[in-house]
């Protein structure tokens, strides 16, 4: 599908508003329809440059919304739940999170800090079918998103 999403290309340059496409959710993906995202420092710390990532870069770390679609072995979440987006997701099978420490997930750090899923690839593209990393695998500075299952914290329905 195509979405609007906040890019940036190069530290100290303004975020630039583009369409997007945005892969389905692959095996256990999820995407939700964004309704809210905080703007953060740690966001921030990607323009100045601060923070290294792979560019060009969807920011965005603090979303909500509702699910609209799941991918192949997503038993957890379902369309039409609404989700907090979490950006430190955890495996519950690495063992950090066999230790109590899911925080430092030995599944998830990596990608997460790549900008990618946990496959390695990211679902989203430019026009020119170029790549754009996803920051904490979220992505949140758009209208859309694909994330991990994990990322998912479900919520009472909000009212609208
Ligand atoms: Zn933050
Ligand atoms: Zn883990």
């Known amino acids: 599908m195509q979405i609007q999403a906040a890019v940036l290309y190069t530290p100290n340059t ?7 496409t945005l892969d389905d959710p692959r095996a256990g993906e999820v995407r939700v329809k964004i309704a809210a995202c905080g703007v953060c420092h740690s966001d921030y710390h990607l323009v100045t440059g601060t923070t290294r990532h792979p560019l060009p870069v969807v920011c965005g770390h603090e979303g ?9 072995g997503v038993t957890r979440i379902q369309p039409g739940d609404h989700v907090i987006l ?10 950090y999170c066999r230790h109590d420490k899911p925080n430092l997930c030995a599944t998830f750090t990596d ?3 790549a900008g990618v899923m946990l496959d390695g690839t990211t679902r989203l593209h ?9 920051y904490c695998g979220l992505a949140s500075f758009a209208d859309h998103v694909v994330v991990p299952e994990q990322s998912c914290i479900p919520i009472a329905a909000m009212s609208r």
């Open 111 to 113: 990608p997460i800090w």
């Open 126 to 134: 430019l026009p020119n079918g170029d790549l754009v990393y996803a």
């Open 64 to 72: 909500a919304g509702v699910v609209e679609a799941v991918g192949e």
């Open 86 to 95: 979490n950006w430190a997701p955890a495996c519950g099978d690495c063992w």
């Open 14 to 20: 303004p975020f630039i508003l583009e369409t997007l």
